[in-house]
């Protein structure tokens, strides 16, 4: 076996080790700000997956888009509204627990299943175009993949508007969450006075 | 358009000679550039440190380091070392996973961007395929290392500073990223080689600040801002958050911000030498001045020759613009953290998109100017 491959060998494995293990950390934590790093962990590692896989591309675009924005709003927001409260309990916790286990089970079943029945080699040795594929990717967006291109920026700019709408309440003449009317000329008016009269 | 030393090459035959299996000779030769770069960027952090000392020194009327060596050129070692033996506190309400966490995280993005700064044709770690992608990339890492030092420290002023290093960093990637867009749409490639390249042509005339004069001036902000240097040092303004993440840091930890912020200073300026300041070509094309002299561009002695110009241009290049950060930092007051995200989202974002369109449209008008 050659070194290269060798090393190969042991990046996948860690790599995947850290995606299993910060996946489950991810949701078996109790603290939501460990979960977020995690989640940035695992991001960061799926990256790694697809650098091994040449596609680096791929991997710098993983890592700008899921690590450097959604992560980062993610844990942005997090501490934003980082109140110390614990949860309240649920009643029916156990049930639901395993309800969800099995609707997960099912589809891990699912997975393996297609992991066992695709064909994954590839026909050729020459369908590895490594650094070209930036180029590749390109034609692709702007050819044959335009429109689920142009869906996608059309949902984002959805999800944008709505964002001003619910963040801005000039625009609308109600509270969303107390139904009150919201006076018009401040923007940033808290909903409670700041300071109470002393007398 | 091969040429130009390639050590590699000649380092991987020298070790055949011995007698090693190429493989070897590779492994052998794989963390050498590594080891080379990372002392390039610690002393360059050194340099930039006794530079600062010094201009805020010259700026203020004072004199400055004078007992530490020549002209206080020691100091900077002397502040490291004392960094070094300094108590690790960690506080004892803080977070002690997250606390040790966030200024590998802040540091280590910084040092890997390094791959792909180019001194010369062959003198760069790897140059790979996605090149100044990598960096856009790796630099929009840092934010969380901040957030999560914020948060660790269990200290309002460090949550507060974290998060303001995360909206402004944030908000400057975006026109960040377009002002560098310009420049790809331009080289049809991302490589930093191919971008220094396509400016090599007419020496000085050819550099692409002429081509992209909004562009540089709005990269320049934005890699101040990114690099958290003074109009923009919001994330730790000292009469408003102490120090900001860093306040609860002491030690080798906060000398890891600190190490972190200089090399992603002499980063930020390397890149902008090498994307608008044609990286590492003398303003004369050195092909024109062999051609003048008769010497033939490929003979050893003119490859060694033009190397070694080219690395003093780089740092040449890029000590001048840490110059222009230092004097800007001790010379201008901090904007309000609503200016700076206006200047950001409001000024900057715009510019940089317009610049985009009309770079995008110059190329189809005129492609033997902006790239065909």
């Known amino acids: 076996m050659s070194i290269a491959i060798t090393t190969q060998i042991i990046c996948f494995t860690v790599l995947s080790l850290v995606v299993l293990i910060g996946a489950l950390g991810v949701v078996l934590l109790e603290s ?16 790694g997956l697809y650098l091994l896989l040449n596609a680096s591309f791929v991997a710098a675009a993983q890592v700008l888009v899921y690590v450097g924005a959604v992560n980062v709003l993610i844990i942005f927001a997090i501490m934003l509204v980082n109140k110390k409260e614990d949860l309240k309990p649920i009643n029916d916790i156990k049930s639901r627990r395993i309800i969800s286990t099995s609707i997960c089970l099912t589809l891990l079943s699912l997975l393996i299943r297609v992991d066992l029945t695709n064909v994954w080699s590839l026909s050729s040795p020459q369908n590895s175009i490594g650094e070209e594929s930036t180029i590749r990717i390109g034609e692709h967006l702007f050819s044959d993949y335009l429109l689920p291109f142009e869906l996608a920026s059309v949902l984002l700019l959805m999800a944008m508007i709505g964002a001003i709408v619910l963040a801005r309440r000039d625009v609308m003449n109600k509270d969303i969450s107390t139904g009150l009317p919201v006076d018009q000329e401040l923007i940033e008016k808290s909903s409670e006075p700041l300071l109470t009269n002393k007398n | 358009m091969e040429y130009g030393l390639d050590l590699e090459y000649s380092f991987n035959e020298f ?3 011995f007698g090693l299996s190429s493989e070897i000779a590779h492994i052998i030769w794989l963390p050498l550039p590594m080891l080379l770069v990372l002392v390039a960027a610690v002393v360059g952090v050194l340099v930039t440190v006794w530079l600062e000392r010094k201009i805020s020194a010259a700026a203020q009327q004072r004199i400055g ?30 977070d002690g996973i997250l606390f040790t966490a966030g200024p590998i995280l802040v540091l280590v993005p910084v040092i890997l961007s390094w791959l792909i700064v180019p001194f010369g044709q062959n003198l760069l770690i790897s140059n790979v395929g996605i090149g100044i992608f990598l960096w856009i990339a790796l630099s929009s890492i840092q934010p969380i290392g ?8 269990n200290n ?65 902000i934005c ?28 030690g080798m930890k906060f000398a890891l911000f600190y190490l972190g912020s200089y090399i992603n200073l002499i980063l930020s300026a390397l890149l902008v030498s090498i994307l608008y300041l044609g990286g590492w070509s003398f303003p004369i094309p050195v092909e024109l001045i062999a051609k003048f002299l008769n010497l033939p561009i490929n003979a050893p002695l003119i490859q060694v020759f033009t190397a070694s110009i080219g690395i003093v241009m780089t740092v040449l290049k890029a000590y001048l613009l840490v110059f222009i950060a230092i004097l800007l930092r001790w010379t201008t007051p901090r904007v309000r953290i609503d200016q700076l995200l206006d200047l950001g989202w409001k000024f900057l974002l715009p510019i940089s998109l317009a610049n985009l369109l009309i770079t995008a449209g110059l190329k189809l008008a005129f492609p033997q100017f902006f790239g065909g």
């Open chain 2, 15 to 17: 070790l055949k000679g």
């Open chain 1, 32 to 47: 939501i700000v460990y979960s977020a790093f995690l989640l940035g962990g695992v991001f960061m590692s799926v990256a």
């Open chain 2, 156 to 220: 309002k002023y460090s949550l507060l500073g974290g998060l303001r290093a995360a909206a402004q960093s944030i908000s400057y990637e975006i026109p960040l990223a377009l002002s560098v867009l310009a420049i790809v749409l331009m080289t049809n490639s991302l490589s930093t080689i191919d971008i220094v390249n396509q400016q090599s042509g007419a020496g000085i005339l050819s550099w692409n600040i002429w081509r992209q004069p909004v562009g540089f001036i709005v990269f320049w």
């Open chain 2, 65 to 94: 380091p004078e007992y530490a060596g020549a002209l206080g050129v020691l100091q900077p070692i002397a502040d490291g070392l004392k960094l070094l033996v300094k108590e690790d506190i960690i506080p004892s309400k803080a």
């Open chain 2, 146 to 153: 901040l957030l999560m030092s914020g948060y660790a420290s």
């Open chain 2, 223 to 250: 890699a101040l801002a990114e690099c958290e240097r003074l109009p923009f040092d919001l994330p730790e303004a000292e009469e408003e958050l102490v120090a900001g993440y860093q306040t609860e840091y002491a």
